[in-house]
């Protein structure tokens, strides 16, 4: 299989792609994945391919026929080579997808690059068709123009950035990485080479060394997105351009990176046995995207306070604040995080005014169950290091049962408890019991203190200030004081507010963000609230009568009389001096 892709009119967004199949047999049948790997969503990539037109090798025109959505079917009519040539429209600047434009290309294999079904093992060359000064970044052996790949799997599984990027290098636990990086942006990029390097080698560490001869880090600095897909060799980030000042926004760039470059061993080396082969013409279903994705989370987290990027009170604010989102979700309480990765193709990527009421994340209830796991696992003397090691042992490359994870969990802590554990947290619906004591924490609860309060710290002074009545009603970012979501069961659901309300005034008078604070505190629980919203451009009155605010902003803090056999392991758990009074 060989692959050419040219970019001769970068501003078209047309990346002009050819393939040639050898040996095609009466047919040749070329299939267009309809999702890529590590992002689980039906993308129908074929949507974006133009132009399709298929020759022999040696020009004469041949019959195509249209399968289905994603398949063409060429009649090969004796001919020892086919070549099809078509268009893909490349304007999409995500991690999932395909970018083309006047200052680089980006594609990602999935999105561009058609496979032969039954000929995925077989070698593939890409070549690369680059304008003048162009230069091609890429995990895929070869260069500089023309590359190769052992099958289709790692074709796909190879992002490319093509164009005048810069490049930084570094090594790190004895490994050639690179860093490229597109856009500009208030990076320090030898600060971010630096930290990279601190979270490289911190995860090699944990897990016995790195599986790579050389590793790619491809950055894109664009508006304020942020998203990343992981690869075994590489990873793509998506990275707002000004997201490296002030600090905590730069740790939160620094915790993608983390994020990506952990499924390195935890989706590439380890994914789920349902993925065992790959098919990219339909969903492939699991109930372990929890482990996966949610686990990855909580790892991205430990390797930010490990490396000492960040320190163990901010990791504390950190989980408080997870907890507190946790909290804040009714769909917790209906949705399983079992069932919240099995439903990952029609809930995740596809959120609405109502999924908070309906659902829960896979990564973020999925990151705290592994922090509950781990504390249980380490209480029983182990800790959940050790069973991601044991995984990777016993399954590496052949894939992870859907009973894998509580399998080694029940070798660990007993059959018993694992599956209460699994039965309670990961299959079931209850609340997460955190065994606290072990590393010295205690939990807190508390209501919030603004529209904007995200937990994770305890109650700010209020200086007197009465408590607010309670609207439960979450606002979306912006100038507009819109409805984001109203939860199932407040007074705002009770009273008939809705998502895509736009809030004026209270009372009849216009209110911003903190106005409608303040007369949230004024009126109090029991009190009323008029408001006046734009609904689908017709002004309505709302009457919302107020109930005391729930107790669901949450934050972590060191136990002043915690024992010092907790501080020992606080600092075993996470990497970092105990955070309380010496």
């Known amino acids: 299989m060989r692959y050419r892709v040219a970019m001769p009119e970068p501003h078209s967004h047309l990346f002009h792609v050819e393939v040639?199949?050898?040996?095609?047999?009466?047919?040749?049948?070329?299939?267009?994945?309809?999702?890529?790997?590590?992002?689980?969503?039906?993308?129908?990539?074929?949507?974006h391919v133009e132009g399709l037109h298929a020759e022999d090798g040696a020009g004469r025109t041949l019959a195509v026929q249209r399968l289905d959505k994603h398949r063409v079917r060429v009649a090969a009519a004796g001919a020892d080579r086919v070549v099809v040539r078509y268009r893909v429209y490349a304007n999409e600047l995500t991690v999932r997808t395909a970018h083309l434009d006047g200052t680089h290309g980006y594609l990602n294999g999935a999105a561009v690059l058609p496979y032969v079904p039954g000929r995925e093992g077989e070698p593939h060359v890409l070549e690369l068709d680059a304008p003048d000064g162009w230069e091609v970044a890429t995990a895929l052996d070869g260069g500089p123009a023309v590359f190769t790949a052992r099958g289709y799997d790692e074709l796909a599984d190879s992002p490319v950035e093509i164009g005048t990027h810069r490049t930084l290098?570094?090594?790190?636990?004895?490994?050639?990485?690179?860093?490229?990086?597109?856009?500009?942006?208030?990076?320090?990029?030898?600060?971010?080479?630096?930290?990279?390097?601190?979270?490289?080698?911190?995860?090699?560490?944990?897990?016995?060394?790195?599986?790579?001869?050389?590793?790619?880090?491809?950055?894109?600095?664009?508006?304020?997105?942020?998203?990343?897909?992981?690869?075994?060799?590489?990873?793509?980030?998506?990275?707002?351009?000004?997201?490296?000042?002030?600090r905590e926004t730069y740790e939160e760039t620094l915790a993608l990176v983390a994020h990506e470059f952990f499924h390195v061993w935890n989706v590439k080396r380890l994914r789920p046995a349902a993925f065992v082969p790959y098919d990219y013409t339909r969903e492939q279903y699991t109930r372990l995207l929890w482990w996966f994705e949610g686990a990855t989370s909580y790892y991205e987290a430990l390797a930010m306070v490990r490396s000492g990027l960040v320190d163990a009170k901010r990791h504390l604010k950190n989980l408080g604040q997870a907890l507190t989102l946790l909290e804040r979700a009714p769909g917790a309480r209906k949705t399983s995080v079992e069932e919240s990765s099995f439903l990952a193709w029609v809930k995740l990527y596809r959120p609405d005014e109502n999924t908070p009421n309906s659902t829960i994340s896979y990564y973020l209830k999925g990151e705290l169950v592994a922090f509950a796991l781990d504390l249980a696992l380490r209480r029983a003397g182990s800790s959940l290091d050790v069973l991601l090691r044991t995984l990777l042992a016993r399954h590496a490359e052949r894939g992870v049962p859907e009973d894998g994870v509580e399998r080694v969990a029940g070798e660990l802590l007993g059959a018993d408890a694992a599956r209460s554990f699994f039965d309670r947290f990961v299959r079931g619906v209850e609340p997460l019991a955190l065994d606290l004591d072990l590393v010295g924490l205690k939990l807190h609860r508390r209501a919030s203190t603004g529209f904007d309060d995200k937990g994770g710290t305890p109650p700010k002074a209020e200086n007197g200030r009465p408590p607010a009545g309670w609207l439960g009603a979450d606002l979306a970012a912006g100038p507009k004081l819109t409805v984001q979501t109203v939860r199932e069961g407040s007074p705002a659901w009770k009273a008939?507010?809705?998502?895509?309300?736009?809030?004026?005034?209270?009372?009849?008078?216009?209110?911003?963000?903190?106005?409608?604070?303040?007369?949230?505190c004024e009126k109090g629980p029991g009190g009323r609230v008029s408001l006046t919203v734009f609904r689908r451009d017709e002004l309505v009155q709302v009457e919302v009568p107020l109930e005391a605010a729930p107790e669901d902003t949450l934050w972590l803090e060191p136990a002043p009389d915690a024992p010092p056999e907790a501080r020992a392991a606080f600092e075993a758990w996470c990497g970092a001096r105990w955070p309380g009074s010496r």
């Open 169 to 246: 290098r570094f090594t790190a636990a004895g490994k050639p990485h690179a860093m490229v990086l597109w856009g500009r942006g208030n990076v320090d990029e030898a600060r971010l080479v630096e930290d990279t390097r601190k979270i490289v080698e911190v995860l090699a560490e944990l897990m016995g060394g790195l599986p790579y001869d050389r590793y790619l880090f491809i950055v894109h600095l664009t508006e304020k997105r942020r998203g990343g897909l992981e690869h075994a060799r590489s990873t793509t980030l998506n990275v707002g351009r000004m997201q490296f000042f002030p």
């Open 20 to 47: 040639a199949v050898e040996r095609p047999g009466p047919f040749a049948e070329l299939c267009f994945p309809v999702w890529t790997p590590g992002s689980y969503l039906v993308r129908e990539y074929a949507r």
């Open 496 to 520: 008939g507010l809705y998502a895509e309300d736009e809030l004026l005034a209270e009372g009849g008078f216009r209110v911003d963000r903190a106005a409608l604070w303040d007369r949230l």
